[in-house]
């Protein structure tokens, strides 16, 4: 039995938008390789809130918050249960961000995390004090693509022991997936 030790010191971003086809950018927006504790936490409504403690504090970080803090947090849309069972919904839109995280080794598999996420705007807090360095968190909330996500084999190229495509966005992993490859 195999257990999950540490973490994988790395996370990148790619600019993604929601909708029934949601797409996801080619380029790295921005990548961390300084992580001190990542923290994936799981509420009632299935969504995923994601705190990044770090070290790398500099104007890279600074603009990379500034140009995509969500601060209005509108992408939660409501799912309507009728009187007879059925349920419905909108579709979400706009702009959000693919998040992968690599994760700690389970045997020979790496841990990962991948989600559609808008950033929250307590990202840029940081905590300094003597002979220690200022560590900024970053915050995402998980949102619903509204469609099926697909992020190709290259995407996981250097954080993946085995890099392979995945998917989600409906059903039980619509807010994020983790998978060990």
């Not at 923290?39 to 705190?51: F, L, M, P, W």
């Not at 900024?136 to 190229?157: D, I, R, W």
Request: with cysteine; hydrophobic share 35%.
């Amino acid at each position: 039995m195999a257990s999950v030790l540490h973490g994988g010191r790395y996370l990148v971003v790619y600019t993604a938008t929601l909708g029934a086809t949601p797409t996801i950018g080619t380029n790295p927006v921005f990548t961390c390789d300084a992580q001190i504790k990542t923290q994936v936490d799981y509420n009632a409504t299935e969504s995923h809130k994601i705190d990044v403690e770090h070290i790398r504090d500099n104007s890279g970080l600074q603009s990379f918050i500034d140009t995509y803090v969500d601060v209005t947090q509108t992408s939660d849309i409501e799912t309507i249960t009728f009187e007879d069972g059925s349920k419905s919904s909108g579709t979400p839109s706009g702009n959000a961000l693919l998040l992968i995280v690599k994760g700690g080794l389970s045997g020979a598999a790496r841990k990962i995390y991948t989600a559609i996420v808008k950033i929250d705007p307590t990202s840029g807090s940081w905590t300094q004090e003597g002979n220690k360095y200022s560590r900024p968190k970053l915050a995402f909330n998980s949102v619903e693509p509204g469609g099926v996500v697909t992020v190709p084999t290259t995407y996981y190229t250097g954080i993946a022991t085995t890099p392979g495509q995945i998917t989600f966005g409906l059903g039980s992993v619509k807010f994020g997936r983790i998978h060990y490859a």
